[in-house]
């Protein structure tokens, strides 16, 4: 499967210039069976990087463009009435894809921003009381803007808890920034791409990841790490128990990713910022990535 984890990311690179650690993160949580937020400013390649990993696995892809007026059922689907047949009939909404890319999503309403917890967490949706279950893999990439605030809505806490990492893909290098300007003529849109990777395989991943081997002191490092945000000082709110787990999992992915069986230590603090910063509440609108880091220095592994 190791050449089969490198064909993904050649391919990924393939249309996005540099963003190696980016990448990797986001095949972590695709791997780990959880979803990504991505806060970064317009332009830098969000939608890009989940149109070509959708394409690169050769699964389906639907966009969503969070505005204020969008409700539930446009993301869920709804009952349409059919004269021909004289009964209602379910009009499948975005969801029913394999890569989602809900685009700025705190400009979603609340209302609408909870439709979207249910298949996040159990790969369904329910609508007039009928449950119906989404494609598999199922995997979110929500963006939103770090630095607009009006007319935006921010994400409960319930819903950052869904998104097992959140990261930025920052501004490319400038080294980066010429090899696109170089690229223009001869790069590859994502229509060209070649899917590289079948969903069974992809499944298949999922499985071999999950017996990626965590010993009991690395297990009880990511718990210590975990209640440690609970009783810090300069958090108002730490970290849940779903992020516990989410940590486990993603240093599962991490670790297969880097061709081993077992995880070590330097998974956990690899990942930790991506996986719990968002998850938290800083007390006096301290940076939450600050906090996780300070947290790693003093949290020992026995």
């Known amino acids: 499967m190791k050449k089969t984890i490198e064909k993904l990311k050649q391919n990924l690179s393939r249309t996005i210039v540099g963003k190696e650690n980016p990448i990797q993160l986001v095949l972590v949580a695709l791997l780990a069976e959880g979803h990504v937020l991505l806060e970064d400013v317009p332009g830098v390649g969000k939608t890009l990087l989940a149109k070509s990993l959708a394409r690169s696995i050769a699964g389906k892809f639907q966009r969503v463009q969070s505005t204020p007026d969008l409700l539930p059922t446009d993301i869920t689907g709804t ?49 007039d009381g009928v449950s119906r279950s989404v494609p598999n893999p199922f995997f979110v990439i929500a963006t939103q803007n770090p630095i607009e605030y009006q007319g935006t809505f921010p994400l409960p806490e319930a819903q950052m808890d869904r998104f097992t990492l959140s990261l930025t893909l920052g501004y490319p290098t ?114 939450a990535r600050v906090i996780i880091e300070r947290l790693l220095g003093s949290v020992t592994i026995s």
């Open 79 to 127: 009952n349409i009435w059919n004269p021909r047949s004289g009964e209602f009939e379910f009009l499948p909404g975005p969801v029913f894809t394999n890569v989602l890319l809900a685009d700025e999503i705190n400009r979603a309403t609340p209302r609408t921003q909870s439709a979207l917890l249910e298949v996040m967490e159990e790969k369904q949706v329910t609508v």
């Open 174 to 287: 400038e080294l980066e920034e010429l090899q696109m300007l170089q690229r223009i003529s001869q790069s590859v849109g994502v229509d060209e791409l070649e899917p590289c990777v079948t969903l069974e395989e992809v499944q298949e991943l999922r499985r071999l990841c999950s017996l990626v081997k965590l010993e009991t002191s690395l297990q009880q490092y990511i718990i210590r790490l975990v209640r440690a945000t609970r009783e810090d000082e300069e958090i108002t709110l730490g970290v849940s128990p779903r992020g516990a787990v989410a940590l486990h999992r993603a240093t599962q992915a991490l670790g297969f990713l880097l061709g081993r069986d077992y995880a070590i230590p330097d998974d956990v603090k690899f990942l930790a910022s991506n996986v719990l910063s968002h998850r938290l509440i800083p007390a006096g609108g301290k940076d």
